[in-house]
């Protein structure tokens, strides 16, 4: 009888923009085939239960939770993680938003924020309305719990890339 938990199947699906095929036991998390199989290691492994955000990825544009999600689901999606968003010699206008704002503190939230922020930041398009109050910003990134910032620094740094004053 076929044992689920170690038996391989192919998966292939998008990763930064570039195609993927593994093979691999169907449920393994996508968080543990970043990191170990695929050797991405900016995307963290902190609760392992859904809870911090800290595993955040975007798949098919929406912020998702990577140590929930088995492996076997990917096939055909497109994935991207926090090493899609700077270029060589250039952050990313939120990376450079959280800089000047020290929105960026020990780092163990920091990349799921990210993929949160940028998986809403994106999804406004090249016209970006610049929301009147922060309830979208904080909604957006609700999931991403933060032990060090008390968030206003990463929300004014989500703002700051709102507005297109980075
Ligand atoms: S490690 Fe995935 S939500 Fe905490
Ligand atoms: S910067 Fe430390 S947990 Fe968010």
């Known amino acids: 009888m076929m044992d689920i938990e170690t038996a391989a199947v192919r998966v292939s699906f998008e990763l930064n923009g570039q195609p993927v095929s593994i093979q691999s036991p169907p449920l393994k998390r996508l968080l543990d085939v970043l990191r170990h199989d695929l050797g991405l ?51 990313h206008p939120l990376q450079e938003a959280l800089a000047e704002t020290g929105g960026a503190q020990c780092g163990g939230c920091l990349s799921g924020f990210q993929m949160a922020a940028c998986g809403y930041l994106e999804s406004l398009g090249d016209a970006k309305t610049p929301a009147d109050d922060d ?32």
């Open 41 to 91: 290691m900016g995307t963290k492994n902190g609760c392992g239960e859904g809870d911090c955000g800290s595993c955040t990825v975007l798949i098919d544009g929406l912020p998702v939770v990577s140590c929930l999600v088995p492996i076997v689901q990917l096939d055909g999606a497109k994935v991207r993680t926090v090493e899609s968003l700077a270029e060589p010699g250039r952050l």
């Open 135 to 166: 309830t979208e910003l904080r909604r957006a990134v609700a999931g991403v719990l933060c032990r060090c910032t008390g968030y206003q620094r990463m929300i004014e740094a989500m703002r700051r890339v709102v507005a297109g004053g980075v």
